[in-house]
Structure formats: C-alpha cells, structure tokens
C-alpha cells in the first residue's frame, strides 16, 4: 500500500495515455468476481465507454483499492456494483455497495492516510482511500463519498470534462 502511495503522489509517475475505464474495469473482472464468489456477495457491472487521459497503471489502482474495500466492508449475501461512464459530459468511475456505509461527518477523514473509522472491523491499514484520492487528484479529478441508494455506500471519481 506504501509503495502503491508512493507512485500516486504528483509527479512520480508519468505515462499518460487514453484509457477507456470499462476496459479498465473489464480486466480486473476475474479477480474480483473470484473474490466476490469466495465472500458470497454479488457483485454486478454496469460499464460504459469512458476515456480519459491519464496513467492506466495507477487507474487500476484507484479502482482496485475502491473494489477491494467494497467487497471487504459488505456482508455475505450483500451487493456490490462497479460502473464506469458518462455523466454531465464527464467521464466517471463509481464503486456502489450495501456495506455498513461512511458517516458524513467520517467522509473527508477516510480519505487521509491512515485513518480508519473507529470501531471498523478488518485489516486494513487506512491507506486505500489515501491512494485514491491521491491518484484521483493527480488526474484531475474529483472524489466524492455518499449514500449508496440502498444503505452503503458509493465512492466515484468524475474525471474533467473531456
């Protein structure tokens, strides 16, 4: 997770090209449905073409660490959704779950590094959303934390306009 923060931070890294985030999404697909099915939760796509210019490398990374905490907060039986897309003429990727959920009053702290709402169960180290916010802010882009539409959560990066 260090070294993944490490490459997230203006200026260590950059190999930009377009990167379509279905097909960025599509190629994690297998190991996240893997880990979904060995959890018991349903984790569904909604993909649409959006390009954007910047580092696949860290896209992946970004949307892995959003999955990733997705699938370790939501219970067995729960729902999981990745989407990419379009929206207000800005490409988007989103992370959708029916976990516990974020607080309001928790949204911006989880986004710092080593931070972990107190109580939360699992291992993690409080760097996920650190990594992603950082790699978010390296493309110019925005993160948001809100309700899922029904209870959770949903994390999403809206890219510029482009």
């Known amino acids: 997770q260090l070294l993944a923060l490490a490459r997230a931070e203006p200026g260590a890294r950059s190999v930009t090209s377009q990167v379509d985030l279905k097909t960025v999404a599509g190629g994690e697909a297998d190991a996240w449905v893997r880990q979904a099915l060995g959890r018991d939760i349903d984790l569904g796509f909604e993909l649409e073409a959006a390009s954007v210019e910047g580092d696949a490398f860290l896209l992946r990374e970004a949307l892995s660490n959003l999955v990733h905490n997705a699938l370790e907060y939501t219970q067995p039986?729960?729902?999981?959704?990745?989407?990419?897309?379009?929206?207000?003429?800005?490409?988007?990727?989103?992370?959708?779950?029916?976990?516990?959920?974020?607080?309001?009053?928790e949204r911006a702290r989880v986004l710092e590094r080593f931070y972990?709402?107190?109580?939360?169960?699992?291992?993690?180290?409080?760097?996920?959303?650190?990594?992603?916010?950082?790699?978010?802010?390296?493309?110019?882009?925005?993160?948001?934390?809100?309700?899922?539409?029904?209870?959770?959560?949903?994390?999403?990066?809206?890219?510029?306009?482009?």
């Open 77 to 105: 039986g729960g729902r999981v959704t990745v989407r990419t897309g379009r929206r207000n003429g800005c490409s988007f990727l989103e992370v959708e779950d029916d976990g516990p959920g974020i607080a309001a009053e």
């Open 116 to 162: 972990r709402v107190p109580g939360t169960p699992g291992t993690g180290s409080g760097l996920g959303l650190a990594i992603v916010r950082e790699i978010a802010a390296s493309h110019g882009a925005s993160i948001a934390i809100a309700d899922g539409s029904t209870g959770g959560s949903r994390v999403g990066i809206t890219f510029p306009h482009g």
